[in-house]
């Protein structure tokens, strides 16, 4: 069986790497984000009253 060379390891690597990382950008940045509604009520925070 052939061997690769050192510098073909290396080309292949980077390859894979580029596009490991164009996967995850392209992932990152094509989701459209969620829209938040502006009838939502913010909840209201009850006030607490504490026993001793």
């Given at each position: 069986?052939?061997?690769?060379?050192?510098?073909?390891?290396?080309?292949?690597f980077?390859?894979?790497?580029i596009?490991?990382?164009?996967?995850?950008?392209m992932?990152?940045?094509?989701?459209?984000?969620?829209?938040?509604?502006?009838?939502?009520?913010?909840?209201?925070?009850?006030?607490?009253?504490?026993?001793?």
């Amino acid at each position: 069986m052939p061997q690769m060379a050192p510098l073909l390891w290396l080309n292949l690597f980077f390859m894979f790497l580029i596009g490991f990382i164009l996967f995850f950008i392209m992932n990152y940045f094509l989701k459209m984000p969620l829209k938040i509604s502006p009838l939502m009520k913010p909840s209201s925070q009850s006030q607490k009253y504490w026993k001793w």
